[in-house]
């Protein structure tokens, strides 16, 4: 009795411990199980992170390749702008160079037409003034032709000629003339004496130094008459 009661105990203690085997075995393969699953999960994460590691690798390759480049053409451009800038600064010289040069050549205009403007002025007057010595001469006409025989002619180019009669008392009628003109300046010049005297040329020097015509028509007068008589004007 005693034998089959240990024989339950017995086989009660080995169902309990195959109980507990299998129980303990079940929890091993689910450790394990879980464990495999772990595994798997991050085997899964370890590859997501690569491979987002190799994209963002790719990416920066990317970006350093797009880096390098733009490095380049800041380079390029920097190169370009620099010439750019050189061709500015020497059209910009260029430019101010011309327009200095414009304004010294307006500058030189505008002297030139003063100086124009006072030369027109200076022959306006100066012809004037010759108009009007011209003039006198015409007024004086009658009484130099009625006192000394004297003849005024006005000849083309602003010339006057000077005929002399009742010179020679052999021969009243013989003509002797000179030509005379003012230039532009009012100063009276002997073109032609016929016939010529030899006291013409000092004649013409005091007349140009006193402007004393009618002084001057008088010594002609006198030397005309010397070539006739032999006399010496003094």
Do not use: W
Not at 119 to 141: F, T, V
Not at 189 to 206: A, F, G, N, V, W
């Amino acid at each position: 009795m005693a034998s089959v009661r240990e024989y339950n105990v017995v086989e009660q203690f080995n169902s309990k411990l195959e109980e507990i085997r299998a129980k303990m075995l079940d929890q091993a393969m689910g450790e394990v199980l879980n464990d495999t699953e772990l595994c798997q999960e991050h085997r899964q994460y370890k590859k997501s992170v690569l491979d987002t590691c190799f994209k963002k690798c790719k990416e920066d390759e990317t970006m350093f390749d797009m880096i390098q480049k733009n490095k380049q053409e800041l380079k390029e451009n920097s190169s370009l702008l620099r010439e750019k800038t050189a061709e500015h600064v020497e059209i910009v010289s260029g430019i101010e160079d011309k327009e200095h040069h414009k304004a010294l050549l307006f500058q030189r205009i505008e002297k030139l037409k003063k100086d124009q403007a006072k030369n027109r002025e200076l022959i306006q007057s100066q012809n004037k003034a010759n108009k009007d010595r011209l003039k006198k001469l015409n007024k004086c006409k009658d009484i130099f032709q009625k006192h000394l025989s004297l003849e005024i002619r006005k000849i083309q180019g602003e010339k006057l000629q000077f005929v002399f009669r009742n010179i020679s008392a052999k021969d009243p009628d013989m003509v002797h003339a000179f030509l005379l003109q003012l230039d532009a300046e009012g100063v009276y010049h002997i073109i032609s004496c016929d016939p010529p005297l030899e006291k013409m040329t000092q004649l013409e020097s005091r007349l140009q130094e006193t402007n004393n015509f009618s002084a001057f028509l008088a010594n002609v007068r006198r030397e005309f008459v010397a070539l006739h008589t032999g006399a010496k004007m003094v």
